[in-house]
T-cell receptor, first 113, second 111 residues
Framework: GAGVSQSPRYKVAKRGQDVALRCDPI?????LFWYQQALGQGPEFLTY????????KSGLPSDRFFAERPEGSVSTLKIQRTQKEDSAVYLC???????????FGSGTQLSVL | GQNIDQPTEMTATEGAIVQINCTYQ??????LFWYQQHAGEAPTFLSY????GLEEKGRFSSFLSRSKGYSYLLLKELQMKDSASYLC????????????FGRGTSLIVHP
């Protein structure tokens, strides 16, 4: 595709509900990153994939957060039993190889009520 | 770990020049990025510095001093559309070389 695509753009969830956020990276990009951005803050790293391999998940805040990229293209970030503190914008980024210039999607704004 | 510091907010006048500073502490520096982010939009890449000195790209320039742990982004001939958040991100020689972002500097350009 022309750019990184994320869906849904907005998601409202009740506390305790499970959510799944989708990321479609730029075609041919090997590396994929998930970041969490709270209001007024910079993006905080969550996890990193190279093709289908999850090479770094050190930023995932708890075991309620799970990410996958089974075919090395589309990625899904799943949050189980959402809590209010999970409310944030979830940004996906891809790069051709490694962590050089990242191309970001517009993000999914998650609000947990 | 890393400690990245940049001012929270700056204001400037249309047509003027503004310098946004970023200081960092890291154990193994491997590059510094600047991104621009308009409200509600994706961050977009502005510059990447890995060696000391000034990199100029149109109205935007970025400077790096590795010995001082310091960078700045210089914006010339400011336009209203330059009102945005400017994010400094540092990459470390550790693990997967993932960029760590500062909290961003919100720049407001007024007429």
């Amino acid at each position: 595709g022309a750019g990184v695509s994320q869906s849904p753009r907005y998601k409202v969830a009740k506390r305790g509900q499970d959510v799944a956020l989708r990321c479609d990276p730029i075609s041919g990009h090997v590396s994929l990153f998930w970041y969490q951005q709270a209001l007024g803050q910079g993006p905080e790293f969550l996890t990193y994939f190279q093709n289908e391999a999850q090479l770094d998940k050190s930023g995932l805040p708890s075991d309620r957060f799970f990410a996958e990229r089974p075919e090395g293209s589309v990625s899904t970030l799943k949050i189980q039993r959402t809590q209010k503190e999970d409310s944030a914008v979830y940004l996906c980024a891809s790069s051709l190889m490694g962590a050089e210039k990242l191309f970001f999607g517009s993000g999914t704004q998650l609000s947990v009520l | 770990g890393q400690n990245i510091d940049q001012p929270t907010e700056m204001t400037a006048t249309e047509g003027a020049i503004v310098q946004i500073n970023c200081t960092y502490q890291t154990s193994g520096f491997n590059g510094l990025f600047w991104y621009q982010q308009h409200a509600g939009e994706a961050p977009t890449f502005l510059s990447y510095n890995v060696l000391d000195g000034l990199e100029e790209k149109g109205r935007f320039s970025s400077f790096l001093s590795r010995s001082k742990g310091y960078s700045y982004l210089l914006l010339k001939e400011l336009q209203m559309k330059d009102s945005a958040s400017y994010l400094c991100a540092v990459r470390e020689e550790r693990g997967s070389y993932i960029p760590t972002f500062g909290r961003g500097t919100s720049l407001i350009v007024h007429p």
